[in-house]
């Protein structure tokens, strides 16, 4: 079992930049394949981007973030991060760290999440 914990939220203009961060911590043998999610008000999850590093895995990306944003996991599976660049009030949405573990696939389909942060806000203001 993996216990995940997201960092870095908050408020920022748009066309700026902002960096999300998700540890992990708990299970250490086993890999993860990890994902973010955001939630806008009134809206459903919607999946962001994915990676698994272990496997070469360069990201899985939504269309309405590729270019702009990039995920990044570390060797280990301790750490997810999420560089977002460019960014637009339509980015406004609470973001989540996600984790499956290995057998596992490079996906944005919700339901193969096993595991997930408790949340962080981003806010882009115009």
């Known amino acids: 079992q993996v216990h995940l914990v997201e960092s870095g939220g908050g408020s920022g203009q748009a066309g700026g930049s902002l960096r999300l961060s998700c540890a992990a911590s708990?299970?250490?043998?086993?890999?993860?394949?990890m994902a973010w999610f955001r939630q806008a008000p009134g809206k459903g999850r919607e999946g962001v981007a994915a990676i698994y590093t272990a496997r070469g895995s360069n990201g899985l990306y939504a269309a309405s973030v590729k270019g702009r944003f990039t995920i990044s996991q570390d060797s280990a599976n301790r750490a997810l991060d999420l560089q977002m660049n460019s960014l637009k009030p339509e980015d406004t949405a609470v973001y989540y760290c996600?984790?499956?573990?290995?057998?596992?696939?490079?996906?944005?389909?919700?339901?193969?999440?096993?595991?997930w942060g408790q949340g962080t806000q981003v806010t882009v203001s115009s």
């Open positions: 996600a984790a499956h573990p290995d057998p596992c696939i490079v996906t944005l389909s919700e339901p193969m999440y096993n595991y």
């Open positions: 708990g299970d250490t043998t086993t890999n993860y394949c």
